[in-house]
Nanobody
Framework: QVQLVESGGGLVQAGDSLRLSCAAS????????KAWFRQAPGKEREFVAA????????YYADSVKGRFTISRDNAKNTVYLQMNSLKPEDTAVYYC????????????????WGQGTQVTVSS
């Protein structure tokens, strides 16, 4: 069973940066597409960014395009989310997700999920 563990969340001010990490428990995970989703209180979990297993393709929600960057290091079984110019509306629990195969932008596309890491952006 693949396990995903997120880290790097915290409390920051608007305009600051954070980098989230998601480490996988198995090396085979390096061939999985990966994504970040987020869920704010009282809202549905929404797509943030995704990356193909090679790292050659990346996809972003319009709300984060130009501010967030998803990347991966398959040698470390880790995917990252660099978040710059953070806004209060970015406040949410951020989840890492994985699926064997191609990327998707919907929650149901992904088979494996981490436990989430809290990101809070104050104004």
């Amino acid at each position: 069973q693949v396990q995903l563990v997120e880290s790097g969340g915290g409390l920051v001010q608007a305009g600051d940066s954070l980098r989230l990490s998601c480490a996988a428990s198995e090396r085979a995970f390096s061939s999985y597409a990966k994504a970040w989703f987020r869920q704010a209180p009282g809202k549905e979990r929404e797509f943030v960014a995704a990356i193909t297993w090679t790292g050659g393709g990346t996809y972003y929600a319009d709300s984060v395009k130009g501010r967030f960057t998803i990347s991966r290091d398959n040698a470390k079984n880790t995917v990252y989310l660099q978040m710059n110019s953070l806004k209060p509306e970015d406040t949410a629990v951020y989840y890492c997700a994985a699926v064997r195969g191609g990327v998707g932008t919907t929650r149901n596309w992904y088979d494996y999920w981490g436990q989430g890491t809290q990101v809070t952006v104050s104004s």
